[in-house]
């Protein structure tokens, strides 16, 4: 499986940015997928996941409310809706894929077989 991530950029605190996570050479529709961030100097950290189906998805705390992760199988494409963007939220954005069915997604980065490049989200103050 070939992830590609897209659709980062600068936007202004309290914007929104919606990237996506676009698979090739392999249907998505067997994986939980993950989106994961690693800002400068700190270590890669979960963001959001969601299950095969899209029935399931696991937030962190600190996006919460503000993020919302999705899917089209169809598409073979997972996205992540940010709103209410903060500073904080600047980082590399990775997506990630897990095989298997699984009811609840992973949230450890471990669990997850394939990763994308990243797209890089910056928040301007």
Same mark, same amino acid.
Request: glycine content about 0%; overall charge neutral; hydrophobic content about 50%.
């Given at each position: 499986v070939q992830l590609?991530?897209?659709g980062g950029g600068?936007?202004?605190a309290g914007g929104s940015l919606r990237v996506s996570c676009a698979a090739s050479g392999r249907t998505l529709s067997m994986y939980g997928m993950g989106w994961f961030r690693q800002a400068p100097g700190k270590e890669r950290e979960f963001v959001a996941a969601i299950n095969w189906s899209g029935g399931n #998805?696991?937030?962190a705390e600190s996006v919460k409310g503000r993020f919302t992760i999705s899917r089209d199988n169809a598409k073979n494409t997972v996205y992540l809706q940010m709103n209410s963007l903060k500073p904080e939220d #600047?980082?590399?954005y990775y997506c990630a894929a897990a095989r298997g069915t699984y009811y609840y997604p992973p949230k450890e980065a471990y669990e997850y077989d394939y990763w994308g490049q990243g797209t890089q989200v910056t928040v301007s103050s």
């Open positions: 590609q991530a897209s600068l936007v202004q #998805t696991l937030y #600047t980082a590399v």
